[in-house]
């Protein structure tokens, strides 16, 4: 089985001789590891919202939400055949947890792991600092992009975490309990090797995958990733472009993708492409500016124009995964009341007037002589944003600036997080079960000083809001459930004031056409067919491992 990472992972592979996923910046867990050695207590099939036990049977929260019991499955072992036990799940937990800020998720980890307590090997006591209904299934058991991986006490227990770079061949690290072990890691590829000794097959929980040999290939982008499927060199990975993926279609029909028919080719995201303001710098900390920034944008002419009617057009950050569901009467009469998808001119002039802009000689909205400056910066996975908008706003009377990040460059990250830019295009993630997955980045606690680091790239708008938080405190103590009435008027409250003050602007929601390759292995998830969600990005692509079968 050859596949390349995601669509944000191009040229030399990277991490390929540090294996520590905790490590701020390695992507090792994401792009290939997750698919091989990692396994995790639980996934979940997005498309159904079905739980998939796999480390661990089943877990349950006591009357308050605070403490968590989860059952481990009996015979797990790592790679070099140590027991997996309730002692690695109270290590890592903790120890993440005590080197926060410095390792991935640890803040997180900090504020919600009181302690772990292990009554025996198989039974896993997690104490929460406060009530959290939804923590463990957004954290420990979606396999979506959490990426939070178990690691062997054994191993790791008298290494620094910050500095421990996991990766010794001769010594079998990295040690993982999946079916694969790393044989070769370089910068062109990595090969995983088939453990026939793998705990699944010895304790009957499941047979051994179907591919004997898992290669991990880079790739350059689009028509790089275009060349290696016609050419039948790689079986999955980067996603194409809907165009690219036509054309790669018509050469080679072997390639398909989620949907058998277009223009919408590909699986939700979860995410939603946004449009994210500095709301603590001028002239984007003022909301008039924003909203009148939002009716400029016509998100059917990007939809046609960016993605060839590829994405559904979106004004909040819900995903398909769960929009429907969430669409009750309460909540569309205030998407009704605000309709802020529709552009409209006349309303542009109304809020740039309320915000004291006119329009100068040039047709530009300016104050004190100086126009509106857009500089839309975009990562190049993106790029399809860019000219569409820059277009739009510029015909609207903003001095907009589609301005593409360099190939390879991961500087936007650090700018965004650090409070550095004006505007950006990024995505809106997380919307996979309930409004408060989303609504929750609204949060002040996010809102990090200029020049400070925010602690979640996705919530980094710096918008502040005391009445929102106030709110959404209330949320995240309580299950999220449509049957939930007082969960259900909290978020419809949240919802209102992000429509109001539009911190960010969503506009299309994010269907990348995951590419699947049948000339040799068959059984690939889709719309006919949805056992797990596509995204090789996502922990459950290794759902897909085990069931993927050779071409006879």
Known sequence: LIVTPWSDSTGPLKNFDNWNMYLSGNQTLR????????EQLFYTNLNTGELIPWQAEKYEYNKDYTVITMTL??????????????????????????????????????????????PDDLTVVINLTKPGPRWFRDNLALGHENHYTIVPQHIWKDQDPKKFNNFDLAKGWPVGTGA?????????QMVFDRRDDWWGKKSGFMDLPAPERIIVVSVGGDESMAQLLISNDVDSGHPLLPGTFKAVN???????????????????????????????????????????????INRDELSTLGYEKANFPIQVPFSSYMADRWMLPDTKAILDKYNRIAPDAAKV?????????????????????????????????LAPLAPVIAAQLQKAGFDAVAALEPEGSS???????????DTMFLVHCGSLTEPFETLKDMHSKWSAKIGE???????????NNPEADKLIDAMEAIPGSVDNKEYVQLANQVLDIYLRDMPEIMLLEELHVVDF?????????????????????WEAWNIIVHKIKPVQ
Request: net charge neutral.
């Open 180 to 188: 694969y072990k790393l044989v070769s890691s370089n910068a062109q």
């Open 250 to 296: 018509a050469k080679n029909p072997k390639v398909h993708s989620w949907n058998p028919e277009g223009p919408v080719w590909g699986a939700p995201d979860g995410c939603g492409y946004n449009l994210v303001f500095n709301n603590a710098k001028d002239p984007w900390s003022n909301k008039d500016v924003r909203i009148a920034i939002n009716y400029a």
């Open 411 to 421: 500087a936007w990250v650090d700018d965004i997080a650090l409070g550095n830019f």
């Open 517 to 537: 390759n049948d000339t040799y292995w068959t059984g690939w998830p889709g719309k006919a067919d949805p056992y797990v969600a596509p995204y090789p990005c």
């Open 453 to 463: 680091k925010c602690a979640n790239i996705i919530a980094c708008t710096r918008y």
């Open 73 to 118: 499955r009996k015979g797990v072992e790592w790679s070099d055949n140590q027991p997996f036990t309730c002692a690695d799940v109270k290590f890592t937990l903790e120890t993440v947890r005590d080197n926060s800020p410095d390792l991935n998720f640890s803040s997180n980890y900090k504020e919600w792991v009181k302690s772990v307590d292990c």
């Open 31 to 38: 792009h290939m590891g997750g698919k091989t050695m990692y």
């Open 349 to 381: 002039e109304e809020h740039m007037k309320a915000a004291g802009f006119a329009k100068d000689a040039d047709g530009k909205w300016a104050k004190d002589g100086n126009t509106v400056k857009v500089p839309l910066r975009t990562p190049q996975w």
